[in-house]
């Protein structure tokens, strides 16, 4: 039942080490987006992905890369972990209209912790 | 580019009594309009959206919201809060010109008191 989905909830790392976050939608969105949550509770979107296509790409490190296998599915990929990534990191989707605005649906978030 | 202020960082209330939370925003077309609320160690629940049409807003767990296009705003609130309203809120405006993409005031934090 669950709409949006994230994995894993919580993410202990080390400096340097590379990982990654899953994000799965099961209610036919064409659209899906990362947002990080900073320490002060500060939300700002990373990236969208429009059926595949990246559309938003907010001024992000390069050590960030998404991937979307297909419209279900955009995974964030973090190379070179560094302590100021440690955040909460919020998948969301939405179906994007051409005549109109959509709420956008949010995963639970993944807590990423880099020691 | 849009922007979003919440202008009160913390409130604290007691069970029962009326909260307002404060919201004004920037954008250069046609607002939309949210309001979110995260829980302690969860995530991000839609209470109410405004579009169009009519300004007043009702939304979930009996919150309402107030477009005020002559001031840029778009208050919460509620007539008698609840020990479980304790939680993060936030405010956020979507732009349809920017990928839909929504941008998020800083959040209040609601303490309720009993």
């Known amino acids: 039942d669950t709409a949006v989905s994230q994995t894993p909830k919580y993410l202990v790392t080390q400096m340097g080490n590379d990982k990654s976050i899953k994000c799965e939608q099961n209610l036919g969105h064409d659209t899906m987006y990362w947002y990080k949550q900073d320490s002060k509770k500060f939300l700002k979107i990373m990236f969208s992905y429009n059926n595949k296509e990246l559309i938003i790409n907010e001024t992000v490190p390069n050590r960030f890369s998404p991937k979307s296998p297909d419209k279900a599915h955009l995974n964030l990929h973090i190379n070179s972990l560094e302590l100021g990534d440690s955040a909460v990191y919020f998948c969301?989707?939405?179906?994007?209209?051409?005549?109109?605005?959509?709420?956008?649906?949010f995963g639970p978030g993944t807590r990423l912790t880099v020691l | 580019a849009q922007s979003v202020t919440q202008p009160d960082i913390h409130i604290t209330v007691s069970e029962g009594a009326s909260l307002e939370l404060r919201c004004n925003y920037s954008?250069?077309?046609?607002?939309?309009l949210f309001w979110y609320v995260q829980s302690p160690g969860q995530g991000l629940q839609l209470l109410l959206k405004?579009?169009?049409?009519?300004?007043l807003v009702q939304g979930i767990k009996g919150f309402e919201a107030e477009f005020k296009r002559s001031q840029s705003s778009f208050n919460l609130r509620k007539p008698s809060v609840h020990w479980s309203d304790a939680a993060e809120y936030f405010c956020a405006v979507g732009a349809r010109a920017a990928g839909n993409k929504l941008t998020f005031g800083g959040g209040t934090r609601v303490l309720v008191k009993p």
């Open positions: 954008y250069g077309a046609t607002p939309y």
């Open positions: 405004y579009f169009s049409g009519d300004t």
């Open positions: 969301a989707s939405s179906q994007v209209r051409l005549a109109n605005y959509n709420e956008q649906f």
